[in-house]
């Protein structure tokens, strides 16, 4: 594996936005700090292009922060026949397992069968699925015994619809933390020499002859305005594409249709032990997955159309029930709306078709346009195929002149704090795991065993890390995506809230009044994530 250099001194956002005002030109300025905005300009950077990523939020404060925790081939998708999509998926999922040890590790899925033909049917499945990995699979997929499958999953319910359970198969997937891959990927971008701000909102586009030349951008926390200049400016803004599209041209037909999908999580006695069930088809033709993450149980995922594009999308009554009922008739134990300790809904974006000669379509998953004026846009996908999204974005702008020549070097990049040994099955996927090689820079910081959220394991030393060198800026900031408190349990949370403003303004030199405006923003967003 190719490691980057290590960054000398963490990032310091008053130096990286006076480096705004001082940089007559960039190679590539992406906007959109999600998964395909900072894995497109991780791509750009390690191909030695002088690189700008700006987010007008925090880093994966939308869709990116949202997932299932999962990196997977797609297991509905091979059901659908859809062979190559599924073989690239689970390609990038084995590189991404190699790359980023310390935040991608095997997960063991049980798929109960409660009819007789469920159990050759799901199985033969699931040995092609092995195959199609080929090298570079987890681990062999097997089948279970009655016995087995309740050894493996001993919450499952014994009977469903007035079946009996005949059986299972074992077959194995990826997990990950979404936010703390997005963090890792923003700090690798730094490693390669790369620059990436958050809470700068691209304000619009400039253009010289015609073409596409720059962003103009403000920063949301202090109110600097900047007029950036670029070669090639990608919008990376996932649902948001279209917002950035009309900045261009104001009559961009709709590319994208929003889907939302909502996540329960249930304390960790839903699912004790280490697999995760996968109900592969409800009763409405959904797929179900009850997940062991961070010491809780998660439960998702539903998929419903949205017509408008909040940031911090609302759960839906209906979803919810519909993940409580269905999760209640595959589980011996029922999970009701009193065990909820977090929900939080995720937009998708959807790609429709544009009618627009110039798009490319370079997979099913993931749509690139290059409008007349030179503009690169780039959505749909999933956290899986980040890496293969954004080396395909970047060779695209190659294509159309934007860039000169250089090859893609992404397969074989460590992503920071990967030291080239994956973490134990034990410890994979604890908060302390997540930072790798970084681990004993944190725990030299104070308050390394001062615990503030025990559920999340987050420590007073973590809240300063997220300060000192992941360009956290508020007390959500940290306790939704430096750390998972808020998506672990909303009260815990919210109980900790204080402490980290508190954290956090001497770190960053802010007064009480500060961490008043800090808390009072957080209340609004965690309600979102409390069951009403």
């Not at 279209?242 to 999580?265: F, I, W, Y």
Request: net charge neutral.
């Amino acid at each position: 594996m190719n490691q980057p250099l290590a960054t000398v001194t963490p990032p310091d956002r008053n130096r990286l936005l006076a480096q705004l005002d001082n940089t007559p030109a960039w190679d590539v300025i992406v906007i959109g700090g999600g998964a395909t905005g900072l894995g497109t300009a991780v791509d750009a950077a390690s191909r030695g292009y002088r690189t700008l990523l700006i987010e007008a939020a925090d880093f994966a404060k939308g869709t990116s922060s949202k997932a299932t925790k999962l990196v997977h081939g797609g297991v509905r998708y091979l059901a659908q026949g859809n062979i190559s999509l599924v073989r690239e998926a689970l390609h990038e999922r084995g590189l991404l397992n190699r790359n980023a040890p310390h935040l991608v590790w095997p997960l063991g899925f049980v798929v109960p069968a409660y009819n007789l033909l469920d159990q050759p049917f799901y199985g033969i499945g699931l040995k092609m699925y092995d195959m199609l990995a080929g090298k570079l699979n987890l681990s062999p997929s097997r089948w279970l015994s009655r016995r087995d499958t309740l050894a493996n999953a001993p919450t499952l319910a014994e009977n469903v619809n007035g079946r009996g359970l005949k059986g299972g198969v074992l077959y194995y997937d990826g997990q990950f933390d979404d936010a703390r891959l997005a963090l890792s990927l923003m700090r690798t971008l730094f490693d390669l020499g790369g620059t990436a701000v958050n809470y700068v909102r691209a304000t619009g586009l400039t253009t010289t002859g015609g073409k596409v030349d720059g962003v103009t951008a403000q920063d949301a926390l202090g109110g600097a305005s900047f007029t950036l200049r670029a070669r090639c400016v990608i919008n990376a803004t996932g649902v948001w594409v279209d917002s950035v599209r009309r900045m261009e041209d104001k009559n961009a037909p709709t590319m994208v249709a929003p889907s939302q999908g909502v996540h329960l999580t249930l304390p960790h006695d839903f699912l004790p032990g280490k697999r995760a069930i996968l109900i592969p088809k409800t009763d409405d033709g959904r797929v179900l997955f009850v997940v062991p993450w961070n010491g809780h149980t998660i439960v998702g995922t539903t998929d419903s159309p949205r017509n408008d594009l909040p940031l911090d999308p609302e759960a839906g009554a209906q979803d919810v029930d519909f993940i409580l009922s269905t999760a209640a008739r595959y589980l011996s134990r029922k999970p009701t709306r009193d065990d909820v300790t977090s929900v939080w809904a995720g937009l998708r974006p959807l790609v429709k078709a544009t009618g627009d000669a110039s798009t490319k379509s370079l997979s099913r998953e993931h749509t690139i346009l290059v409008s007349q004026a030179g503009l690169v846009t780039v959505t749909g996908g999933k956290w899986t195929t980040y890496r293969r999204m954004a080396q395909d974005v970047v060779d695209t702008a190659i294509q159309h002149q934007l860039l000169t020549q250089a090859s893609c070097r992404t397969e074989s990049l460590a992503l920071h704090g990967a030291n080239g040994l994956a973490p134990s099955q034990e410890h994979a996927g604890t908060p302390d795991s997540y930072y790798g090689s970084d681990l004993p820079v944190l725990k030299a910081l104070p308050g390394a065993e001062r615990m503030l959220v025990k559920s999340s394991g987050l420590s007073e030393a973590h809240v300063r890390f997220a300060a000192r060198f992941e360009l956290a800026r508020s007390a959500e900031d940290v306790l939704a995506r430096r750390n998972r408190a808020l998506f672990l349990d909303a009260e815990a949370a919210m109980l900790a809230a204080p402490e980290v403003a508190r954290i956090l303004a001497e770190e960053l030199g802010h007064d009480a009044a500060w961490q008043q405006r800090t808390l009072q923003e957080l209340a609004g967003v965690a309600a979102h994530y409390r069951l009403k």
